[in-house]
């Protein structure tokens, strides 16, 4: 059995292909999610169809991520296995683009819906190889500074896509609309593809016999690890219980979001991306800080801190939905707070359960999978019969919003009784509160613009003096050319001259002796 030794320059090289295939990974991913309500409430979708779109597909994906061993084994390595899904995921974005062609009204609606079912459990599945994958790729002790930088980059890269498209939307008519949509899904079809081309150049950890071997022990172990896991650690247990219970609470208003914001509180499609934008600058702007609050202080107290402002959001739609300015403000902060829970959830595994990875992130998966899904029904039941008892979708939604609100209180509650044992004294809930995650986000961008800065005027001294010795170097040559090209023309000449008189001298006796006689 071999293991998988790399050089830094191998993982500057695999960091800048996943950060290649995060971006166009989250383009699409945006360009997917944030569209699709549109798109579906142009063909006629109600909230019901709407809210399916936010659990059925991760619910059965997660399912299906039981069976990744049985589908990595007929594979050369987990970067190959991932690869193939990719292109198929991105395969699926042409069909639902052109849905509105050749069907119309809820045909049209319940396509769409089943083919981005498709687009999303392809995605899900090859979800814990992938994991496992980057975890030998990456270091774990810097894997929260790694997921801040990736994901850095990759939301900035869809702030310009997106608010291109809403300009687009907003400006067309209703017919143009659909054909809009059109070119934004197909587009995030090209941008899976190339997303697929650089995972495809990033290191293979293992190999062929290397993949048998652990698909085999793996397959017969996953519920066995995870089992003992569950048995020796109470810690993992209890972190198990918040995270369902967050899923839950989260889920109650989660599918309701984006169609509360454009049916009920109105706003334009530029509205709508800029609510998008500025979450996604809320991210940018404090990952530098959160991902290096998780390496330093650990994720579980990066979690427990963030989670208490989980209630934000949909306390804020309720709230302040008709004041455009409050809520984008608000959407800011909250965008921030969520950004830290969503490091502090994904380096919790790695930086607590480091091995059997596989089998904990597919027994994670499934379970929020379950979990959210529960949410999200419980939230459709209610709402259907908030609707007909109040005979309005949009009071009915409000009380939907203040249940989950109130669960959403219960779960940071509850996560406050994870054990920290992160010998750091800092408390992360204060640093919060004075805005060090902005503060400190902000100057982190800020260094590093100024490094960038520097490196380029660096880059381009270099260059510039490289260019100058070589234009020296090219004019002496280019003299010294001259010079000698001149000295043997100059021989030629006066050889030739030489000839000439020498020839014409004896032309000149010649015809004297020829007039003599």
Sequence with gaps: MTTFIQTEEQQKKDFKYSVMDGVFWTIMTYLGAVFLTPYLLSLGANSFQIGLTTYVPTLIASIICFFSYD????????????????????????????????????????????????????GTIPGPVYGDWIGKVFKIKEIGLYNARRNIICNLVTILPLFFAGSILDAASHSNTLFIFTIIFIFAGIFRFISARSLNKMSITET???????????????????????????????????????????????????????????????????IEIVAILGVILTLFYWGTAV?????????????FFLPLYPLT?????????????????????????????TSYLYQNIRKNLIAHMTFLTLFQSIALTLGALSAAGLNYLLTKNLGSETRALFWVFII?????????????????????????????????PIIYGGGKLMQIWGEK????????????KKIQLHLKKTTKQIKGDFSLTAKKFGKELNDTTEEIIHTTKKAIKKTKKYLEK
């Design 71 to 122: 589908f990595l084994k007929y594979f050369n390595s987990k970067r190959s296995f991932v690869v193939f899904f990719v292109i198929i995921q991105a395969t699926l974005w042409i069909p639902l683009a052109f849905v509105y062609f050749f069907a119309t009204g809820s045909t049209a609606v319940w396509f769409v819906l089943i083919i981005y079912f498709l687009i999303s459990i392809i």
């Design 208 to 274: 062929k016999e290397e993949i048998k071997h652990e698909t085999h022990q793996s397959k017969g172990l996953m519920l066995n690890a995870f089992r003992d896991e569950i048995k020796n650690n109470k810690n993992y247990v209890y972190f198990f219980v918040v995270v369902l219970f967050y899923y839950f609470s989260l889920y109650v208003t989660a599918p309701y979001n984006r169609f509360y914001l454009l049916e009920i509180a109105k706003l334009s499609y530029t509205q709508y991306i800029s």
């Design 295 to 307: 390496d330093k202080f650990g994720a579980t107290r990066v979690l427990k801190a963030t989670i």
């Design 317 to 345: 739609l309720i709230l302040f939905s008709k004041n455009f300015y409050v809520l984008i403000s608000l959407v800011f902060i909250d965008a921030v707070l969520t950004a830290g829970l969503g490091i502090a959830l």
């Design 404 to 436: 989950g609100i109130g669960l959403r209180f219960l779960s940071a509650i509850l996560s406050q009784g994870l054990k920290d044992n992160n010998p750091e004294k800092t408390n992360v809930l204060k640093e919060i509160i004075v805005f060090k």
């Design 453 to 464: 800065q520097k490196e380029i005027t660096h880059n381009v001294g270099q260059r510039t």
